[in-house]
Every structure is written in C-alpha cells, then in structure tokens.
Nanobody, 121 residues
Framework: QVQLVESGGGLVQAGGSLRLSCAAS????????MGWYRQAPGKQRELVAV???????NYADSVKGRFTISRDHAKNTVYLQMNSLKSEDTAVYYC???????????????WGQGTQVTVSS
C-alpha cells in the first residue's frame, strides 16, 4: 500500500505565505510526477502545480509567480511554497503521486487526504 500524507495547511492573512508538504510512504519503487490540486467550496478540483521526476514543472495560470513546487526525491516528498496568498486561494489542497510499486508496473496515481488552506482578507 501507498500513502500520501499532507501537512502545513492553516489560516493565513492575505499577502502571507504557507508551505505545504506531502510525504509518500509504503511499497514504492519509484514516483513519476508529483503534484498539487485544490478544491474550493462549490468548485471543481483543479490542478495547482505538478513536477515530473525529471524536474519539469507546470503551474495553473492563477498561481504562476506566487507558488513554487519542489521535490525531495530521497524522501519521496513534494512541497508547495505559497506566497502572496489571496482569498481566492482558499481551498482544500490535495497532493498526488504517480507511483510505480515494481520496475515493470504502470504508475498509479495516489491522493493524499487533503489539507485546508484558508486565506482571510
């Protein structure tokens, strides 16, 4: 089994910063892409940022220049540094990992349980 556990969410004032972490554990051979999604009340879940195993990144337009995704491959951990937070960033943030449990298996996407980020204006 594979588990992804997020941490670092909370309440912050507009203009402030937060850093989310997500550690993957369990039967992991390798992890391809790791990323972050978010879901605000009444809205669909959306991609925030993703990083491949090779280091390529992709960001939602709404967070470019404010959020930075990074990874520690040795720790199977992904981070999301969020700066200049806005009230519209309020959402539950979920991390994902595309995990291979054997060298010959196809990657399977696993999700964390989510962490709440609330930005007060």
């Amino acid at each position: 089994q594979v588990q992804l556990v997020e941490s670092g969410g909370g309440l912050v004032q507009a203009g402030g910063s937060l850093r989310l972490s997500c550690a993957a554990s369990g039967s992991i051979f390798s992890i391809n892409a790791m990323g972050w999604y978010r879901q605000a009340p009444g809205k669909q879940r959306e991609l925030v940022a993703v990083m491949t195993s090779g280091g390529s990144t992709n960001y939602a337009d709404s967070v470019k220049g404010r959020f930075t995704i990074s990874r520690d491959h040795a720790k199977n951990t992904v981070y999301l540094q969020m700066n200049s937070l806005k009230s519209e960033d309020t959402a539950v943030y979920y991390c994902t990992g595309d995990v291979k449990i054997t060298p010959w298996s196809s990657p399977v996407r696993y999700w964390g349980q989510g962490t709440q980020v609330t930005v007060s204006s």
